[in-house]
């Protein structure tokens, strides 16, 4: 059990956030959230990955370059101004949805001001200790960073031979050729996990603990694939042999089809998990709680041969998970984690979970289907040590889900459940109210969820590639955020 007591807490992620610069960042809106979930007795903020994002993978922040970097277009403009690494600040944009691209082009010249003041000597050594601090995985980053920039954003496989298998003297070459660049990179690094620091311990004094989430798989044109390829499974010309995916099922007839490189978990398991352990150790590091997503393939996992179109011809693989968290344990002694054990969840998987004291999620939008009143998300089913939301990201809010979505035997169960009407200006309450007053230990809101907003503040999609996580909370709508009314709830609810 890792949550003491009834807890409550938000959803929200920091690209969400109103900001003047093109999309939401770790600056003083992000404080502000912080001194509302104060207001609101709210014990948890939990946000997605802050990895880099691409935009031709949809600026997802589940398909990043790196599993370690974080993501310097939320690097606050106004920080960097207040602590004296730019000396004024460019006229903002028209507020809107978030613009990654916008964001990262608004602060290339802001970036470069500040890094001509670190190559005169500030700050020098606490960057210096940085990078020391973070060698097992700084370098690698920076230098893939800077070779990515080199061949025109090229995915690596592409690259030179010699770059591309990693050659020691091209390795030097390129270092000292992309020098510049490099200690730009790390540079950015410090800068963003600086003002990361700042906003989590000014969380952690006020009582409010982060959850930070940490995706499966990492994406093929990454740094991590680049510089350990022998724990994925690669040819001979470092290109993936199989991808993962999961198998056909309710949703869809031929499965799905990531593109992920799968990783090869006998090498991983003969060498003690180096690679795993150093990420997990990281997460632990960054945020007070981790949410494990897809966290059935700690078990086992779906794939598929790259020479297939869809994932009908996969297969099941075992993963040494029992072996792997004994492991992690052993070295890092409690993993505070949340699994997220969603969708086709076997006995081994609940086992792995219960073995390690992991709570899994429970999601109120799945409680009234075809399954009521015999489903295991309805509050009444929910185990103490769990983690209960009215949705996810993934899904639309409950206002889009009731307005849109909701089928007609689905608002007969709702209402059957309830014992009353529901309209679309109630149904978001009455989510948060299900959600507060359930068994679980911690009751997570998405703050749409919190302010009743439909489908037009939808964070993702699953099955669209494009149009996704652009939703952002208005300057005002921040301002306006119910303290009040949802402190009264969560003291009503125990969980304040």
């Known amino acids: 059990m890792i949550i003491n007591g009834r807890k409550g807490g938000i959803l929200f992620h920091i690209t969400s956030l109103p900001s003047p610069y093109g999309t ?74 978030a613009d990654y691209e916008g964001a990262a082009r608004l602060r290339a010249p802001l970036f470069e001001e500040a890094f001509r003041k670190l190559r005169s000597g500030r700050a020098r050594r606490e960057v210096e200790k940085f990078r020391e601090d973070n060698r097992d995985w700084i370098q690698d980053y920076a230098l893939f960073a800077a070779l990515k920039r080199k061949f025109g954003g090229s995915v690596w496989n592409s690259w030179p031979e010699p770059l591309r298998d990693r050659d020691q003297g091209a390795l030097r070459q390129a270092r000292e050729e992309l020098k510049y660049q490099i200690i730009r990179e790390e540079f950015l690094q410090y800068i963003f996990f600086s003002q990361w620091r700042r906003l989590k311990e000014k969380c952690n004094s006020s009582g409010v603990k982060i959850i930070g989430d940490l995706p499966f798989y990492v994406n093929y044109d990454s740094a991590d694939v680049w510089a350990h390829s022998g724990i994925f499974k690669l040819d001979g010309k470092r290109r993936p042999l199989v991808s993962a995916g999961v198998p056909p099922d309710y949703f869809s007839s031929t499965g799905q089809l990531w593109g992920n490189p799968v990783y090869s978990w006998k090498h991983l398991e003969e060498r003690g998990y180096p690679w795993w352990r150093e990420r997990m150790e990281q997460s632990f590091k960054r945020y007070d709680l981790v949410r494990l997503d897809h966290f059935r393939g700690f078990s086992a996992y779906w794939e598929v041969p790259c020479s297939e179109s869809d994932a009908r011809k996969g297969c099941w693989q075992e993963t040494p998970g029992r072996d792997f968290f004994t492991a992690l344990a052993r070295k890092l002694g409690s993993l505070p984690a949340i699994a997220e054990d969603l969708g086709y969840i076997t006995d081994d998987v609940r086992k792995l979970m219960k073995d390690f004291g992991f709570p899994g999620m429970k999601v109120l939008l799945f409680a009234f289907g075809d399954d009521f009143p015999g489903g295991s998300y309805l509050p009444e089913k929910h185990e103490k040590n769990s983690v209960v939301y009215t949705g996810t990201h993934d899904n639309d809010t409950v206002r889009g889900w009731f307005e849109n979505d909701m089928t007609a035997n689905e608002k007969k169960n709702l209402e059957t459940y309830l014992r009353r009407p529901v309209t679309k200006d109630a149904v978001s309450r009455e989510f948060v109210e299900m959600a507060l007053k359930s068994p679980a230990a911690l009751a997570v809101l998405p703050i749409q ?30 301002t306006a955020l119910p303290a009040d009314p949802l402190s009264m709830l969560m003291r009503s609810s125990g969980r304040s």
């Open 24 to 97: 939401g960042d770790l600056g003083p809106a992000a404080f502000e959230f912080a001194d509302f979930l104060v207001r609101a007795k709210q014990s948890y903020w939990q946000i997605l990955p802050l990895s880099p994002t691409d935009p031709a993978m949809g600026n997802s922040p589940y398909s990043s370059f790196s599993a370690f970097a974080g993501n310097v277009i939320l690097i606050s403009p106004e920080i960097l101004k207040s602590e004296g690494w730019i000396d004024s600040l460019p006229p903002p944009p028209e507020e809107a949805g």
């Open 449 to 478: 969820d919190v302010l009743g907003l439909g489908r037009e503040a939808r964070m993702n999609v699953p099955s669209l590639a494009r149009g996704n996580w652009t939703w952002r909370l208005s300057r005002s709508q921040l």
